[in-house]
Structure formats: structure tokens, C-alpha cells
């Protein structure tokens, strides 16, 4: 696997000041982009507990899923329409993981399905289901 820099997954797209805040960074095996939040402590949003601030996870999930897109997309960069978080359980003060899917990958729209883990991919702490329009209306290039 390799490592790439946010911005030459999707130039604009994941240079985005709150990517680099959050430190998102990506591998890509292939086709197969896997995604890393690494843990920092201003992502706390209950020290109580600590764990990993809701919208931290929501975002995180919502690049990784832009990520995937523009893997698969020609043209700029993909539009969120509407995303929905389920929170499986709280994520702890340590390093996140997270993958993402398309569902569909039409000529103006796709949905995607993601997911975040910490400590073993069989024990997500969220999943997100999004929609995206794509810029141009252009679809697949492979």
C-alpha cells in the first residue's frame, strides 16, 4: 500500500483546512482506499469518557467517502447532498479507521455507504450513508 498526501487524491477537494486540522490521511491498494484519523487530543468532545467529538467522526467519515469518489470520478470535485450518521458506540481517544463503498455511481449522483472502526473492522464505532452529486454529470472512468 501507499501512502498519498491529501491533496493529490482529489487536488481542492481534500485540502480542505478542516481535513488537514483533523489530520485525515489515506492508503490506496488498487481501488481500495482505507482512511486514517489519527488521534490528537483537540478531537476530544467528552474528556469524560474521552471520546472522540460526534461531528470529528461524521467528517471523517464524510472525506473518506468524497475520497472514494474521486477515485472513481473524472471532473472536479463531488458535492455532498445529504449524509446520515448512525453512532455504533463510542469512539475512544485513539486512532480511527474507516473505508468506504459505492452503492451506485450514476451519471449525476452517487451514494456511497462508509464506515469507522478503531480497534477491529467487526466492531464499527459509526456508519454514514451519503449522497453526492457529481460535478458535470460525468460518471465511471474505470
Given at each position: ?36 484519523l ?11 469518557l ?9 467528517a ?83
Amino acid at each position: 500500500m501507499s501512502e498519498l498526501e491529501v491533496p493529490k487524491l482529489a487536488s481542492p477537494l481534500l485540502d480542505w483546512p478542516y481535513a488537514r486540522f483533523l489530520g485525515f490521511r489515506a492508503e490506496i491498494d488498487g481501488t481500495v482506499l482505507r482512511a486514517l484519523l489519527p488521534f490528537s487530543q483537540h478531537l476530544i468532545g467528552n474528556p469524560l469518557l474521552p471520546a472522540l467529538h460526534g461531528g470529528v467522526v461524521a467528517a471523517f467519515l464524510e472525506l473518506t467517502a468524497l475520497a472514494q469518489l474521486s477515485l472513481h470520478t473524472d471532473g472536479g470535485a463531488p458535492r455532498t447532498i445529504d449524509t446520515t450518521i448512525d453512532y455504533l458506540r463510542s469512539a475512544r481517544a485513539q486512532d480511527t479507521h474507516a473505508r468506504a463503498e459505492i452503492i451506485r455511481l450514476g451519471r449525476r449522483v452517487a451514494h456511497v455507504r462508509a464506515v469507522a472502526w478503531q480497534s477491529y473492522e467487526t466492531a464499527p464505532v459509526a456508519t454514514m450513508r451519503g449522497h453526492f452529486l457529481l460535478s458535470g454529470g460525468k460518471g465511471v472512468i474505470s
